[in-house]
């Protein structure tokens, strides 16, 4: 079973930028395709990236397209969310997980907040 530990989050001004990580333990991590999501107040969770096992492959959904890019060293278990041109409406609690997802995996998630 994977662990996910997500942070780097914070409070950043509309246009900034900020880089997010995914710590995992277990020994699959490098096997999965993995993904964030995210979920602002009031609004379902939803998802945002997908990187597959090598890194190889990566998907976005429109809205982040060009702004967002997702990465992952396998050797150091770790995933990444290169966050860029902050929107405010993108602020929201971001979480990372399998693709698709697995439920046992979703931890606290790591809050950006995007204000002026």
């Known amino acids: 079973q994977v662990q996910l530990v997500e942070s780097g989050g914070g409070l950043v001004q509309p246009g900034g930028s900020l880089r997010l990580s995914c710590a995992a333990s277990?020994?699959?991590?490098?096997?999965?395709?993995m993904g964030w999501y995210r979920q602002a107040p009031g609004k379902q969770r939803q998802w945002v990236a997908t990187i597959m096992p090598t890194g190889g492959s990566t998907n976005y959904a429109d809205s982040v397209k060009g702004r967002f890019i997702i990465s992952r060293d396998n050797a150091k278990n770790t995933m990444y969310l290169q966050i860029n041109t902050m929107k405010p409406e993108e602020t929201a609690v971001y979480y990372c997980?399998?693709?698709?997802?697995?439920?046992?995996?979703w931890g606290q998630g790591t809050q950006v907040t995007v204000s002026s």
């Open positions: 997980n399998s693709v698709p997802t697995t439920r046992s995996c």
């Open positions: 277990g020994s699959i991590f490098s096997i999965l395709a």
